[in-house]
């Protein structure tokens, strides 16, 4: 398939494009350092080519839709429209089977992970740099190992928290990499004592662990802003008399597209999806939680 007309679309709608599509009709991070992780993407098949759905959530919440054939009104003849839906339907039933059979493996891998893993050193560098503890996580080598979970409590995915920067298959730097399914999931430290307690859901672990140490009450953590709402929706039918506090990271100087203070702008989302709350950490800097305890000690 001949993406040119695709890549020039991106390029005036997102502002940078990619190639090497994966046509299995699922979702896809796009796109390389330093938007590896920025663009989502989904190639559908259709009877005239395919249709490309895409968007960069920095940008807003806008997806654009981009379809192979353009300008093309060739009606196809009953024969021919049944044999090409015929052709998708089996090819989309090859895809759906073989990305559920890869997830099933990279899940099971990460399960066997955790189940080898060992408790997380309190004196592992990361620890102590965020001045937090180790609730509910482990360690894989120098690696912690934070572990991810669907509402029924089943694992679905970790995040390795490295001592410091590690180099990526992408070719970019991070200490914290998640693997596995990570939409709608997440990891909670301590529980409510009764139907009305408070929750709160905020994007990282060390944010959690400082509001869980400051205030003793459940903690959900969502791992990315974009994740707040999935997640506080999901806590919402787990917990329906709780309060559900979103504690945001005050991303002050942070634009994403054309959002201001993204980390800010997520959680006011989700608040307003689940009926919750937002709290904002008092600071004129970009900074969570865990900086500003950290700031004042």
Known sequence: MNYSNLQEAMLQNIGYSFDNLKEDGQWHDGGEVPNKGKCRYIVIQHVKGVIVRYHDHRQGEAYFTWKSWVTDNTRLSP???????????AHNARQQAAAALARAQRIAKQRQTWATSQPANPDHPYLVRKQVGAFGIRQHNTALLVPIRDVSGQLQALQYIYPAKVETADGGRTDKIILGSKRGNFHHIGKPETPTDTVYVCEGYATGATLHQLTGQCVVIAFDAGNLTPVGQ????????SELVFAADNDIGVKAGDIENPGVHYARQAALACNGYVLTPNTTNKADF???????A
């Open 234 to 241: 999901a806590i919402r039918t787990r917990y329906p008399e």
């Open 79 to 89: 024969e021919e429209y049944a044999q090409r839906k015929a052709e998708i339907d």
């Open 290 to 296: 865990n900086d500003l305890i950290n700031e004042a």
